[in-house]
Every structure is written in structure tokens, then in C-alpha cells.
């Protein structure tokens, strides 16, 4: 492929910069890959992966073979870096976005005139311009746009992601992408850097829009869900099922709502509402009470446990699922790990819980005595109680005539 590009640097190779990395390489881009796990860089370079994602070990094992991809721990130089580092948050729901900056301070040192430099890490508004403060910063001998506009040495601009796990392959190139720059030869030249791989419309904006507008897609679904998880405390308080009055609502024509869970996890949803509302503290009422009506979920689901347990003398609790949505093995900021550790400080019984999608309990979990990870057959025959965390189609299948004469709390309406 012809392109501006001759080397692109991707920095971070988790389940968003692996995967980029490796479809730029197998565009017949070279690609280097930098990660300051030395762990996560020896497996790549050995043409493996570290993280679940379907097709992606494909890639990443042609791309590496083929000398296109290359991981290493210290940056290099190369035509455009492409961020995508992780961007929790602190205490008091604040960004940190200290794994940016050390990214700019490691790649501030092999940037040179001409290059492109793409922040992909969902981040709150006015990060991009930060960025740049900071590269400027630590290379006063280059000039950048927030200085002087479009006659740049430096561009940087915007660029979110929007994959769906599971499907990350596929979305990576079919899906839309925004950019915004820090001026419009920003936005232009990282689109020029995404026509590379994506199939999908590159629309240009500015770098505040862009990030307001991943924060903003979000919090629409946190919203959303917010309101699904309302109904289920209403409906219990009002002794209806709500998972049959969501069937019949939405057969409404403008009407669709979503479904209730134990709260919203991952490292998406759950986290990035709270950018919106640090920056906007007066103005995002609703945004911050989503936030707040999904995060009590879990301890709600810990509760209905506890009643159901309350009968017996060392209940044994099956808990089915940790990751914090179908089919994956995250468990970032999942709210089925939060239940499963509340319910462990909760009652003496045992905890029998199931995930197949990792082979280990999180470390949080594995440190409590009474949590065992169990196959499913074993959680099934020796449970009192039942509860249905995560929607894996594993837990779909299951033959429910298993489940006779056990309490059976299912948190995502699968069994009904
Ligand atoms: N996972 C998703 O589905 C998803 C979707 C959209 C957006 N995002 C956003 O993308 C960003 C990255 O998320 P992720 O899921 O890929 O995270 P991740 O934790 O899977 O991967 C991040 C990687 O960056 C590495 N890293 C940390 N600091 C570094 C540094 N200074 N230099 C080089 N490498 C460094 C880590 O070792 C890790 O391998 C986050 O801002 C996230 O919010 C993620």
C-alpha cells in the first residue's frame, strides 16, 4: 500500500493497540508495536497474543512473521504514533492521565519533523491539546499546531475507537471513525493514517468534539442501562417481572430499552461518564446519577443473595460468570467480581464460581479462602444457591432441569 506513512508506532498493546498494530501490518505498513510490559512485547514478538479477541491471534501471527510487526519496549522513530494506553480513573472518579503523559515522554524523544501523533485513548475533553503542551514541552526545537496553526512541524489529533469486544477484527475496519485535530491538516493527515486499514466514513472534527463524543456515546448507553436497572428495583418493589415488562414495552414502536445486569463493567461504560462530569460537575445531573443507579447494582444483586441464603447453615453460593459482559475474558471493573467478593465478605459458605473464559480467579478473588474456581458441573451439583452473573452462551445452553430445587438468582433475565 502507498502511504505517507513508511512506519507507524503503536504505543500500548492491549485489546485496542494490538489489534490496530497488527491490521496496519497487514496492510504492508511496518508496523512497531511499544509496551512497557516486557512480558506482553516477548509474547507478541513470538508471534502470540496475551488477550482474548477472535481472529486476532491470526493476525498478529502473520504480521509478526512477515517482519511487519515488532514489538519493543522503547519507542522508536516512525512516521505517526498512535496512542492507545489506558485512562482510568483515581480517587473521586478524576481521569489519570498519567499513562498519557508517560507516553508522550517516551516518544517525545524520537519525534521528528513531519510526524503525526494520534491519541486513540478515551480521554476527557482537552487532552489532546494537553498532549501537545507536553510534547512541545520536552521538544522546544519543533513546533506544534496548539502554537503555531497548520505550519506545524508536529501534527496531533483525535482519534476514539468504538469496537465492540469480540468483534474488534472486523469493527476496526468497518466502523466509522471521528477525528478531530488540533487543527484541520491534524484531522486531514491522521485521516490519510486511518485510510490505511478502516472502510468505514472518516468524518473530521475538531480534537474537544471528538473526545466529548466517545465520552458522550457512553454515557448514552451508562444512561440507558441506568434506566433498564431502575425498572428492575421498581418492578421488584412492585412484584412484576421486569424482564416481561421490557418485552412488552418495546413493543412499542419508539420504544427501546435495554436490559438490567448486576451493574455495568468494563473499562468503558463504567468509567467513562465520570470524564463528562469532573469536567462539567453542575451540568451533568443525569450523566452522574446513571452512573450512581448502576454502580448500587451490585450490591443489590449481594443482598437478593443473602436472602436467598438466609435459610441456610453454610450456604454453598454458585456464582456463574465474571467477566462484565457475554463472551469475553474481561474482568476489568466488572460488576460480577464485585458481587462474588461482597458475597464472599458476606456469609461463611462457600463460593463456587464459574468463568470459562479465564483459567484463574482475578487476584482480588483468589486472596479470599472461601472463593474456589470450580468447572460448572461441580459449582451446579454442590450449590445451594445459584446466581447468573454474566450471559455466556455457555450458561444459555445449560439444561435447566440442572437447576431443580436450588434458589436461582439470574441477574440477566437468560433462564426466564
Ligand atoms: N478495550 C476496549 O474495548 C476499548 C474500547 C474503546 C476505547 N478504549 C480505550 O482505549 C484505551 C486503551 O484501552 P485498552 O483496553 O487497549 O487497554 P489495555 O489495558 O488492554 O492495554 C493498554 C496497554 O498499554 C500498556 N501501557 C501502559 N502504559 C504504557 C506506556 N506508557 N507506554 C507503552 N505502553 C503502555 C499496558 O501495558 C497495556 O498492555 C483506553 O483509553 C480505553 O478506555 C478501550
Not at 224 to 232: C, D, H, K
Amino acid at each position: 500500500m502507498r502511504t505517507q506513512f513508511s512506519r507507524v508506532s503503536v504505543i500500548g498493546l492491549g485489546y485496542i493497540g494490538l489489534p490496530t498494530a497488527a491490521v496496519i501490518a497487514a496492510r504492508g505498513v511496518r508496523v512497531t508495536g511499544v509496551d512497557v510490559n516486557a512480558d506482553v512485547v516477548e509474547v507478541i514478538n513470538r508471534g502470540g497474543i496475551h488477550i482474548v479477541e477472535p481472529e486476532l491471534d491470526l493476525i498478529v501471527h502473520a504480521a509478526v512473521s512477515t517482519n511487519m510487526l515488532r514489538a519493543t519496549t522503547r519507542p522508536e522513530s516512525a512516521g505517526a504514533f498512535l496512542i492507545a494506553v489506558p485512562t482510568p480513573f483515581k480517587e473521586g472518579h478524576e481521569p489519570d492521565l498519567s499513562y498519557i503523559r508517560a507516553a508522550a515522554d517516551a516518544i517525545a524523544p524520537v519525534l521528528e519533523k513531519g510526524n503525526l501523533v494520534v491519541l486513540e485513548s478515551t480521554s476527557p475533553v482537552g487532552t489532546t491539546e494537553k498532549l501537545a503542551r507536553w510534547l512541545a514541552d520536552a521538544r522546544p526545537d519543533l513546533s506544534f499546531p496548539h502554537e503555531v496553526g497548520e505550519e506545524a512541524d508536529v501534527n496531533i489529533a483525535y482519534c476514539p475507537e468504538r469496537v465492540l469486544p469480540g468483534y474488534v477484527v472486523k469493527e476496526l475496519v468497518e466502523n466509522d471513525r471521528v477525528i478531530g485535530g488540533i487543527t484541520a491538516r491534524c484531522a486531514e493527515r491522521a485521516r490519510d493514517l486511518y485510510q490505511i486499514f478502516v472502510e468505514g466514513e472518516c468524518i473530521l472534527t475538531d480534537s474537544r468534539t471528538a473526545e466529548l463524543c466517545k465520552l458522550t456515546e457512553n454515557a448514552f448507553r451508562d444512561v440507558n442501562i441506568a434506566f433498564a436497572n431502575e425498572l428492575s428495583f421498581i418492578c421488584d418493589r412492585l412484584g412484576i417481572d421486569v424482564w416481561e415488562l421490557i418485552r412488552l414495552a418495546n413493543r412499542h414502536p419508539r420504544v427501546n430499552i435495554l436490559n438490567p445486569g448486576p451493574g455495568v463493567g468494563g473499562h468503558c461504560i463504567a468509567v467513562d461518564p465520570w470524564f463528562i462530569v469532573s469536567s462539567a460537575q453542575k451540568e451533568a445531573r443525569l450523566i452522574r446519577t446513571a452512573r450512581e443507579v448502576n454502580d448500587a447494582k451490585p450490591d443489590y444483586v449481594v443482598q437478593q443473595v443473602l436472602q436467598a441464603a438466609g435459610g441456610k447453615n453454610s450456604p454453598s453460593v454458585a456464582c456463574l460468570g465474571l467477566a462484565f459482559k457475554a463472551n469475553i475474558d474481561d474482568l476489568r471493573e466488572s460488576p460480577a467480581v464485585t458481587v462474588v467478593s461482597r458475597i464472599a465478605k458476606s456469609i461463611d459458605g462457600r463460593i463456587l464460581v464459574v468463568e470459562p473464559h479465564v483459567e484463574t480467579l482475578p487476584r482480588s478473588l483468589a486472596e479470599c479462602p472461601t472463593v474456589e474456581y470450580v468447572d460448572m458441573d461441580t459449582a451446579l451439583e454442590q450449590a445451594d444457591v445459584v446466581v447468573l452473573l454474566v450471559d455466556h452462551d455457555e450458561f444459555k445452553e445449560l439444561d435447566l432441569a440442572c437447576l431443580c430445587g436450588k434458589v436461582v438468582i439470574d441477574t440477566r433475565g437468560i433462564w426466564r
